[in-house]
């Protein structure tokens, strides 16, 4: 779990599972260039992952510009000299509302910022450490790419899509030393969800679908992508690490899970 020596691009590292993950990384070793669309929060991670003695780079870049994400990846082969590991974490949700209320602008803006954005980095790293013969991808999707998502659908397609998109290029950059892997989180606690498990009654709602009964914390989808993105998974590769505390193992269904936790039945 040891990162000494490599180099990281993250993106969306200002805040939430990234600036998790940036920090986790920058402890394990790792110089980290950070990439986020605020300059001032990005600054202030640089900061905390620069007490571990590690290199860093801030990169203010809007997502969903491709000139932007170009220009922000060459400066970041630039400053570090090459690049081992992106973690494409960078996404947005937009609009919510049922399928049939969501308009053409909402479709847009996720596919530009979680689909679009993602495979131009993919695609910039994968020439860059394919002609090198060694990498490693750890993309950011949800478990909303695993099961049906109501509200949400635009956001559950796209995450489907990296899900994909992660078997596919895993397969492809095998023989190029290149592995490719993603993480899909529950409910994670951070600012962006902080309506839901900031509020009693919604967070208590949510969780009993969780066997867990908790929400994760950033640091915990930090620890599965610090596991990915270094040699300690040498022959990982096309996986989908699910950390939701047994949420998609679940059926949601009333049930049996409550009714042992309640003492309600006995088992043999």
């Known amino acids: 779990m040891d990162l000494t ?3 990281a691009l993250i993106t969306g590292a200002s805040r939430g599972i990234g600036r998790a993950i940036a920090l986790r990384f920058a402890q394990a070793g790792a110089d980290v260039a950070l990439l986020a669309r605020g300059a001032s929060a990005l600054e202030d991670v640089a900061a905390l992952a620069g007490k571990h003695g590690v ?7 809007d997502a969903s510009s491709v000139s932007a994400i170009d220009a922000a990846f060459a400066r970041a082969v630039d400053g570090f000299g090459h690049l ?3 973690v494409n974490n960078a996404g947005s949700v937009g609009g919510a509302g049922p399928f049939l209320d969501l308009t053409d602008e909402d479709w847009q803006h996720v596919l530009a910022v979680d689909l679009t954005a993602v495979a131009r980095f993919l695609r910039l790293f994968g020439r860059h450490a ?3 013969g060694s990498g490693s991808v750890v993309n950011v999707s949800s478990v909303a790419g695993e099961r049906g998502c109501p509200m949400l659908s635009h956001y559950g397609a796209v995450k489907a899509a990296v899900n994909s998109l ?3 290029l895993a397969a492809e950059w095998a023989a190029s030393g290149v592995r490719v892997n993603a ?3 529950g409910w994670v606690a951070t600012d962006l969800t902080a309506s839901f498990h900031g509020d009693r009654q919604a967070s208590e709602a949510l969780m009993r679908a969780v066997p867990a009964r908790r929400w994760a914390t950033p640091e915990e989808i930090g620890d599965g992508a610090l596991y990915l993105a270094g040699d300690a998974a040498s022959m990982v590769t096309g996986t989908i690490l699910t950390i939701d505390g047994g949420m998609t193992a679940y059926n949601g269904g009333p049930a049996l899970i409550d009714l042992l936790a309640l003492g309600r039945i ?3």
């Open 183 to 185: 993480i899909q989180p």
């Open 55 to 61: 290199r860093t780079l801030t990169l203010p870049c």
């Open 266 to 268: 006995d088992m043999p």
């Open 130 to 132: 394919t002609a090198r």
């Open 5 to 7: 020596g490599k180099s």
């Open 84 to 86: 081992d590991i992106l």
């Open 166 to 168: 992660t078997r596919t």
